[in-house]
């Protein structure tokens, strides 16, 4: 934990202390008994087993589907049952994901949770929800509660993130939990039928719906592999390229990287980041339908073999255009080498006309080639390359873009070195 950011420590102890008054409050000031304490034991067990089996989501964080779970013992018990068994959820898990995750993040899962349904019970009490009641009101007030606990869990986890990867919650939940949010929904309906299931059969209700939820984490699963499943596509295509032409090896992981700083600097949506890492990893894949003794050829290139080099961002799109979830991107690798001034290829369009990742592409493109080694020369060092970058500028290449590039890149680089420092410290 002493590695992490300040910010994030002092985050986690307001958010830890916030839980534990709220928590230390509603415990002192529940009737217990033998069947609150039974209770807190059979849902304790349940979200424990719920946050054990988590779904790794694709930025870092995770899901679980103890959501309605929560959300159901919300509906049944009074607060303290109900805070009780959030905490002992978030801090009593076992198995993988308690052999890998840090104590820190069990606390904060724990006070998080605790304060996401303490919000949610607000609603509860506005609405004078008092026991589980099937009728309309009841249920839209219900759909209210869930809707709450959900934006404060997830308002949560990326602040929390955020801080963590120095970057923006809003990002951050953008990337990891919008494209989640019809998926949690769907669980609000479980978790009432939970609620009514334990009401009129006790303990016996909860084991009639274990089935479902192990389904719907099954799901959930291959929702989200899926998703990563298209970036490995992606990756095999590449290795596929980079296995013809040697000199460009880790050129296009590269690229990617510079292209979503420079994308994030401009304020870029996380969907069209993701969509332009995507190209600019694939940018290069037309190479494929390159003869090999042209792309590693070590003297001066014909003019029949620069037709064929040059044929490669057009050999790009017709292989993406077979790919369905790439399809979007085609235009974007066809344009990567046209020229800010029109006398690019293939198409020779200029200015705006070049869509605008084509034009980021370019930039980093340029840099990754000015800066690697190649079989006829030795790459050039990071300011020479950002002179030539300001050279090519309003000709070759976007000057906005250029001049956007070498802040970020001068900026990340400045920021390596210093991470270098303190290791080494």
Known sequence: MESLPTRFKFFLILLTSS???????????????????????????????????????????????????????????PMGVTLAVMALSG???????????PFYKRIFNASQYVLSLAGASQVINFFKLSSVQFDLRSIISYLIVASVFMAINTILVST?????????????????????????????????????????????????????????????????????NYLSTVEALVQALEAKDTYTSGHSERVGKLVVAMAEAIKMSEDKIQSLKYAAVLHD???????????????????????????????????IKGIKFLYDIGNVVRYHHERYDGK?????????????????????????????????????THEEALEELKRVSGTQLDPELVEIFCKVVTDELAQSVSANRVQIA
């Open 19 to 77: 839980a534990l008054l709220l928590l230390g409050w509603n415990i002192l000031h529940t009737d217990w008994n033998r069947t609150l304490l039974i209770q807190v034991l059979i849902f304790g067990i349940i979200g424990i087993a719920s946050e054990s089996l988590p779904v790794a989501l694709p930025k870092g964080g995770y899901v679980t589907v103890s959501y309605p779970i929560f959300l159901s013992a919300l509906i049944l018990f």
């Open 91 to 101: 801090l009593f898990i076992f198995g993988k994901v308690a052999s890998e995750e």
């Open 160 to 228: 929390a993130l955020g801080l963590i990867l120095h970057k923006s919650p809003w990002s951050i939940w953008l990337s990891n939990f919008r494209w989640s949010v019809p998926n949690t929904i769907a669980l609000v309906p479980l978790g009432f039928l939970l609620a009514l299931l334990y009401n009129n059969w006790g303990a016996l209700g909860l084991f009639l719906l274990f089935i479902p939820f192990l389904a719907f984490r099954h799901a959930f699963q291959l929702y989200v592999d899926m998703r990563e």
């Open 285 to 319: 894949v037309g190479k494929i339908g390159v003869s090999e003794i042209i792309l590693n050829k070590e003297g001066k290139l014909m003019d029949s073999e620069w037709e064929a080099i040059r044929s490669h961002p057009i050999i790009g799109q017709t292989i």
């Open 344 to 380: 690019g290829y293939p198409d020779g369009i200029q200015g705006s006309e070049i869509p605008l990742e084509s034009r980021i592409i370019a930039v980093a493109d340029t840099y990754d080639a000015i800066t690697s080694d190649r079989s006829y020369r030795k790459g050039r």
